[in-house]
């Protein structure tokens, strides 16, 4: 049925045509981000493993705080969308102000808690005693950068809700380049070692706070006068649609915990390759994160219209996309995995795990992609559910598991193939499920079609 239900060729093309023009924004700004990542990884690569270990052991933290701003930033799109649809510009600007309080409150929670804990949490993931003083001096100055970085993004989903991607896009790019230009210049100009990294990330974030709040205040997308807002219903609407989006952002945090502790069995140098590696897939899927971006509210769009061709059609063309460019971005990590090692590490033993990693990771990043856009595109079609069983058991069924099988056999390489298994069966697993859910949404929009292929 789904296959008969397809746009025809030149409502294809419109529809590939809108939906780069959605992308192109976003993914110039993840790439930005990523970049400055890596950048900050291979600077604080020079100071050594130790310092390395220390921001891998950092990693899962940051990814549940990520994790977190994404599932408000889900509700803010969702919402604030709905409210715009409906006419009542005020109330969404109303609700813009309590999206950037709400958010502040709760990051600002959670990264209290990650610093009372951090002795448990470290505990926890296995950290050895002499990395142990290097995080209890990071994390202060990190856990304030990523409340900033909290609070631009936050910035970015009202102008995303709005139906603004350049803005948000440019803004990205400005403060990678800020953060990249100060990063040098705070850890070895100023001798501030890792500490440094986070102070030229609170820096660059705190100049795009400066530059984005007023441009969305002015711009009326935003407002704390909340005279005749219902806050706590309010904040029940947005908790009640960011729930299970937070949820389903938080499991590849808690697997990232759990990969760590494996691979912390195998020493400092395999915990910073780890870390180097996971900062090279997040740079190689950046189109992939941009598409998790923009497709949705095409989707959503096309749902309120009951258009499923539409939908189905935009679905394939991403899909189709991911793959060529996947298996495009593995073959030049494949070309430079022993260069890349030599730039991002001094340590010997940390460039060959990582080399080991680039050799066999890459080449599942399409199906990993194919996932990661199922999970996206059924929260937009309201299967929030089914967006988090995909993530459950993509991480805790298919990717886990076979790390561990792997790393059990064959050691850490081992470990590597597992995790090459695992993002492939995570991949088929996800597009089985969706399509499930997909037979679902369509009879439920066109039972006549239904009709017709059961007779």
């Known amino acids: 049925m789904l296959r008969r239900n397809v746009a025809d060729p030149q409502h294809s093309g419109a529809l590939s045509r809108q939906l780069f023009s959605m ?12 970049s400055f990542q890596l950048v900050d990884s291979a600077f604080i690569g020079q100071l050594g493993v130790l310092p390395l270990a220390a921001q891998g052991f950092t990693l899962p933290m940051q990814m549940i705080i990520i994790g977190l701003q994404v599932g408000l930033g889900i509700a803010t799109t969702a919402v604030i969308s709905r409210v715009h649809g409906s006419g009542d510009e005020r109330r969404a600007r109303q609700l813009g102000g309590l999206v950037v309080l709400t958010g502040a409150a709760i990051v600002a929670l959670i990264g209290v808690c990650i610093w009372l804990l951090r002795g448990p949490i470290l505990t926890l993931l296995s950290a050895p005693s002499d990395v142990w003083p290097l995080i209890d001096a990071y994390w202060p100055s990190w856990l304030i950068s990523s409340w900033f970085g909290a609070m631009v993004y936050f910035a970015y989903s009202l102008c995303r809700a709005n139906g603004n991607t350049v803005l948000p896009g440019i803004m990205m790019v400005v403060t990678s380049v800020l953060n990249m230009i100060l990063d040098p210049i705070f850890i070895f100009t100023l001798d501030l070692g890792l500490v440094g990294a986070a102070l030229a990330t609170i820096v660059a974030f705190g100049i795009g706070m400066l530059v984005m709040f007023p441009a ?16 706590l219903s309010s904040v029940k609407e947005l908790i009640h649609i960011m729930a299970p989006a937070m949820l389903s952002q938080l499991m590849p945090p808690l697997a990232s915990m759990l990969a760590t502790k494996l691979v912390a069995g195998f020493g400092a140098a395999a915990v910073a390759a780890w870390a180097l ?21 095409m989707v959503g769009r096309s749902l309120g219209r009951q258009d499923m061709p539409a939908i189905t059609t935009l679905i394939r063309l991403a899909v189709k996309f991911v793959f ?23 340590d010997p033993s940390v460039r060959e795990i990582l080399t080991l990693h680039l050799q066999w990771v890459p080449v599942s990043l ?43 056999m064959g050691g850490i390489k081992g470990l590597f193939i597992g995790a090459m298994f695992g993002n492939l069966a995570a991949g088929i697993m996800a597009w089985l499920c969706f399509q499930q859910g997909m037979h679902r949404v369509v009879a439920k929009f066109t039972p006549r079609v239904m009709a017709e292929s059961n007779g």
């Not at 002015?218 to 006068?225: E, K, L, Q, Y």
């Open 324 to 346: 060529i460019w996947q298996l495009g971005i593995a073959a030049v990590l494949l070309a430079l995995c022993f260069w890349l090692p030599t730039l991002l590490s001094s």
């Open 23 to 34: 992308t192109w924004p976003m993914m110039f700004g993840v790439l930005s981000l990523m």
């Open 277 to 297: 590696g996971s900062r090279l897939e997040f740079f190689s899927i950046v189109v992939v994160l941009a598409l998790t971006m923009s497709l949705p509210p």
């Open 216 to 231: 969305v205040i002015h711009r009326h997308w935003m407002t704390f006068n909340w005279c005749g807002l219902n806050i």
């Open 366 to 408: 399409g199906p990993l992609g194919v996932c990661m856009l199922m999970v996206s595109v059924s929260n937009a079609l309201g299967m929030p559910m089914r967006a988090l069983v995909i993530s459950c058991l993509r991480l805790f069924a298919c990717f886990l598991p076979l790390i561990w099988l792997g790393a059990l």
